[in-house]
């Protein structure tokens, strides 16, 4: 199993509270994403990162920031939770451009009240 | 807009015979592809990939075939087994763009003992 832990792994959280969700890796890779997935859509991606202070916006990134300052960590924040914004979040991470797995991590479970 | 798309969300087979699960992608770009398989409350796992340099890669009973010019691929599963039970999701890669995976919406494999 690839190193990747998130945390928390469950969280309830009310409508317009900030909410950090962590991704920490042990596998040095290079490349770091959150993805959401939900009935009907699939695994979109959020953000994702290519290294330290490296980042970029995913298919749905409004809501949602990202930061990276060392190689393991990877964080997405919702700067003021909404309901829409109830899903399981995963990290994932890859290594090189080309030809390269995705691994991906247990799963965050976030349901916004 | 959805650029790699499972059009099946459900399939049920009898154990032992072959499970084939479809995907469909619109970016002509795209030149990697991975499937993966995910169990409920679990991260989603790496199955097998291809390139598109090759039509076909098998890996036991897995086997990936992929036909370009239809953008199209598949999963074969032979023989299924109980165990097999998940939901499968497609990825595809594409080149010289960075590192950013487009997944499918997945499809609910059942294998019936």
């Known amino acids: 199993d690839a190193g990747i832990t998130q945390s928390p792994r469950h969280k309830v959280t009310e409508t317009g509270t900030p909410v950090t969700l962590r991704c920490h890796q042990t596998?040095?890779?290079?490349?770091m994403y959150w993805y959401r997935q939900d009935p009907g859509h699939g695994l979109r991606l959020i953000h994702y990162s290519y290294g330290v202070k490296d980042t970029d916006k995913g298919e749905v990134s409004d809501g949602y920031s990202v930061s990276r300052s060392k190689t393991e960590d990877f964080l997405l924040t919702l700067e003021s939770a909404t309901s829409s914004q109830t899903s399981v979040y995963f990290c994932a991470i890859s290594e090189s451009t080309t030809g390269n797995t995705i691994y991906f991590g247990e799963g965050s479970w976030l349901t916004v009240v | 807009d959805q650029q790699v798309k499972q059009n099946s969300p459900s399939l049920s087979v009898q154990e032992g015979r072959i499970s084939i699960l479809n995907c469909d992608y619109t970016?002509?770009?795209?030149?990697?592809f991975l499937w993966y398989k995910k169990y409920p409350a679990e991260g989603p796992t790496f199955l097998i990939s291809?390139?598109?340099?090759?039509d076909k890669n098998e890996d036991g009973r897995f086997t990936v075939f992929l036909n370009k010019s239809a953008k199209h691929l598949s999963l074969h599963i032979v023989p299924s087994q109980p165990g097999d039970s998940a939901v499968y999701f497609c990825a595809a890669l594409p080149r010289k763009t960075g590192n950013q995976f487009y997944f499918g919406t997945g499809t609910s494999l059942t294998v019936i003992p």
């Open positions: 970016n002509s770009m795209f030149d990697y």
């Open positions: 291809i390139s598109s340099i090759k």
């Open positions: 596998e040095n890779h290079r490349y």
